[in-house]
């Protein structure tokens, strides 16, 4: 594989790279670079991380040798699974199967525990979190603090999530990555890797950011002028906390159907439509897939749509209809989903960790 294509095989999908020009020149003079994506185990996993796992797959067919940090301790600070590390690592070993049962190669792919590695790096994980904190306004730090995945207000704000940035920036840092890769909402710590590289002594690191697909209730009526789409999304994306909008990967076909029912699908309106997102982000982002819509024929009959951008005209132009659009997304997703519903069913170490996660009091 040429530069160019291991460069588009990264790039593909994504919402930004900092910079292009970068990736291509690390192509071009490192045969193995360095990738990386923090996680925190922190609940169910929903239709989000097929995202990731897709960009993932991305990076190790385009040579990356890359780590899948299971962020425990960032998980701890932030009190997800009711602030419980028992069940924060049950959680991180749950990832694993998911991550494989949505097609990362178990073999191409280092899972590393966050405890693991602060206890194999010592004293120098601590040194490089305050050089990072010497080198970083507080008013910086805050502004970082969308990776927490919620907003709060500072009255309610523990100092524990302070410490949650630079410990990421940390993990960048340590790990020596050439590629550090999230979801738009790791943007903000990004960047401030890359600003404050050069007064801790490390490399800059490339960012690749995939969008954030956002929850089945949409935007709805909600006031967004003078935002930007960042901070649309932030604010509606979706969210295990918010099962009702959301989907898992590991639903059942009945499940799927009656939450794609419900979302949020306004006519003729591809913003924040999480129905066409799933259509754009997951489904068409599979090489050769068709979405096949089935109807009758005083409303059109069957329709074979080829490409997403096909998809999105038709329904701009109202061509299709939200109900035919739905039916005819929960039927795929059904059928794309399948591999994961069979996957824990037959792991018997999976299956019982994802019915333990089930148990587990819910994430805020």
């Given at each position: 594989m040429d530069v160019e294509d291991r460069v588009k095989l990264v790039a593909r999908?994504?919402?930004?790279?900092?910079?292009?020009?970068?990736?291509?020149?690390?192509?071009?003079?490192?045969?193995?670079?360095?990738?990386?994506?923090?996680?925190?185990?922190?609940?169910?996993?929903?239709?989000?991380?097929?995202?990731?796992?897709?960009?993932?797959?991305?990076?190790?067919?385009?040579?990356?040798?890359?780590?899948?940090?299971?962020?425990?301790?960032?998980?701890?600070?932030?009190?997800?699974?009711?602030?419980?590390?028992?069940?924060?690592?049950?959680?991180?070993?749950?990832?694993?199967?998911?991550?494989?049962?949505?097609?990362?190669?178990?073999?191409?792919?280092?899972?590393?525990?966050?405890?693991?590695?602060?206890?194999?790096?010592?004293?120098?994980?601590?040194?490089?979190?305050?050089?990072?904190?010497?080198?970083?306004?507080?008013?910086?730090?805050?502004r970082s603090l969308t990776i927490l995945g919620r907003k709060m207000e500072e009255a309610e704000m523990k100092f524990s999530m302070l410490i949650y940035p630079p410990m990421q920036a940390a993990d960048v840092f340590l790990l020596d990555v050439d590629v550090a890769y999230g979801g738009m909402d790791q943007r903000s710590v990004h960047m401030l890797c890359r600003d404050i590289a050069p007064r801790v002594g490390r490399k800059k690191p490339i960012a690749v950011h995939t969008p954030l697909l956002s929850g089945l209730a949409g935007v709805g009526r909600m006031d967004i002028a003078g935002k930007s789409r960042e901070e649309v999304l932030l604010d509606t994306k979706m969210s295990k906390s918010l099962p009702e909008t959301c989907i898992f990967v590991h639903d059942s076909p009945d499940d799927i159907r009656k939450k794609i029912r419900q979302a949020y699908c306004p006519p003729k309106d591809v913003a924040f439509n999480p129905v066409m997102e799933i259509n754009k982000y997951l489904l068409f982002a599979r090489d050769g897939f068709t979405l096949e819509i089935r109807r009758p024929e005083k409303y059109g009959g069957d329709l074979v749509v080829e490409s997403y951008s096909e998809l999105e005209q038709l329904y701009l132009k109202g061509e299709l209809h939200p109900l035919d659009l739905k039916n005819a997304t929960a039927d795929a997703l059904i059928e794309f989903l399948k591999p994961v519903r069979e996957y824990f069913e037959r792991n018997s170490e999976a299956k019982k960790l994802l019915e333990k996660m089930k148990t587990i009091k819910k994430t805020r």
């Open positions: 999908n994504t919402e930004e790279v900092v910079t292009l020009d970068e990736l291509r020149n690390l192509f071009e003079t490192t045969e193995r670079p360095k990738g990386y994506i923090g996680y925190e185990p922190s609940g169910l996993v929903h239709l989000g991380w097929v995202i990731t796992a897709n960009k993932v797959i991305d990076f190790i067919e385009a040579g990356f040798d890359f780590t899948i940090l299971l962020a425990d301790l960032h998980a701890y600070a932030n009190e997800k699974l009711g602030g419980v590390l028992e069940n924060i690592r049950m959680c991180a070993k749950y990832m694993e199967h998911t991550f494989t049962a949505l097609g990362v190669p178990r073999d191409k792919v280092r899972y590393l525990l966050a405890t693991k590695f602060v206890e194999d790096m010592g004293a120098e994980y601590l040194e490089m979190m305050i050089r990072i904190a010497r080198s970083a306004t507080l008013m910086r730090i805050k």
